[in-house]
Every structure is written in C-alpha cells, then in structure tokens.
C-alpha cells in the first residue's frame, strides 16, 4: 500500500462522488511528473545545446508546477469543490499534453526527455481518466 493510499484511508469523512483508486493513481503521478518534470529541466540546463532547448525547459517548469499543485488539491478533501477539482485537473491535462509533446521533440537526442514525456502522458491520463469518474 503506498503512503497516498494510507492518507486516502485515513481521512475520517466520506470521500463523496470521489473514485479512490482514480484519486489515489493521480495523485501520484501528479507527484511523480512533478519531479520528473523537473529533473528534465535541470538536465537540458546540463546539455551542450542549452539554448535551443529553452522552450522545453520552460515548458518542464511549467508542468512541474502544474502537477505538484494538483497533486496537493487532489490531497484535500475538506470543503470539497468540485469545480476547482475539474479545473486543476484539466489545467494539468493540458500542461501535460503540452509538455510530452514538447519533449517528444528532443527524445531521440536526450534521454531524460524520452523519460518526461513518458511521465507527462502517464499523468496526464490519470487525470483525465479522474476526470471522467467525476461525471
């Protein structure tokens, strides 16, 4: 059981139209593409070729912050607000989308870029798939 699944069991209130699984499952990719995000910009600051990768490192920074906020809004149930929750989430869909293709651009040179995108497609389904069980 990970620690996001013991935090979701340990709330003392009902979740409401809330899917655990979906919850949990994004929550930690939104954590897990918080970093991978930027880790990626840290290391295009690291590449030989630093300023035509200016745009994915912004777009890595952007996404990391992205998915590090949802990821804490989707940890907070009290006053629960579903219309935040969707917006976060499709926020997060989008800078996701935005930042796997960004990165999918240099994945055959930089490998830590074939990794991000991987991780933003990941996380940007977990989103949506959260989304649709929000109705």
């Not at 917006?87 to 830590?112: F, G, P, S, Y």
Request: aromatic fraction near 2%; glycine fraction near 6%.
């Amino acid at each position: 059981m990970t620690h996001v699944a013991e935090m979701l069991e340990t709330f003392p209130a009902d979740l409401g139209d809330v899917e655990g699984a979906a919850l949990e499952r994004c929550i930690e990719e939104c954590i897990s593409c918080a970093q991978t995000c930027t880790a990626c910009a840290d290391a295009c600051l690291s590449e030989d070729m630093v300023a035509e990768l200016t745009t994915c490192i912004r777009t890595n920074l952007d996404c990391a912050d992205i998915c590090g906020t949802t990821g804490k809004v989707l940890s907070r149930h009290t006053g629960y607000d579903p219309t935040l929750t969707r917006a976060v989430l499709q926020a997060c869909i989008a800078a996701c989308r935005a930042c796997a293709a960004q990165c999918e651009e240099h994945a055959d040179m930089h490998e830590h870029c074939r990794v991000c995108a991987q991780a933003c497609r990941r996380c940007g389904q977990a989103c949506q798939e959260l989304l649709t069980s929000l109705g």
